[in-house]
């Protein structure tokens, strides 16, 4: 699998990185990875379940905060 060349400044790489890490170190991203692997191996949907599951609950997580985010500046 190859990795994509992005054009961050490191600080703002390194935020990112530890943002990530605090989000997949949390009991609440846990919870949801755990459900989320259940239901796409009971459904069989998805062919390598724990792989689908951490994406999509990073994935939520990150939407919620960014949602999070846009309302907080729209307030403002």
Known sequence: MGV???DLPEAEMKRWLN???LIC?????QD?????EKI???ADIEEDAQIAAF????????AQEE??????????
């Open 55 to 62: 994406q999509d609950a990073l994935y939520a997580f990150l």
């Open 67 to 76: 949602d999070k985010l846009a309302c907080q500046t729209g307030a403002n």
């Open 32 to 36: 949801l990875k755990r459900e989320l």
């Open 19 to 21: 943002h990530i890490a």
């Open 40 to 42: 796409y191996r009971q």
């Open 25 to 29: 170190l949390s009991e609440d991203f």
């Open 4 to 6: 994509s060349k992005i």
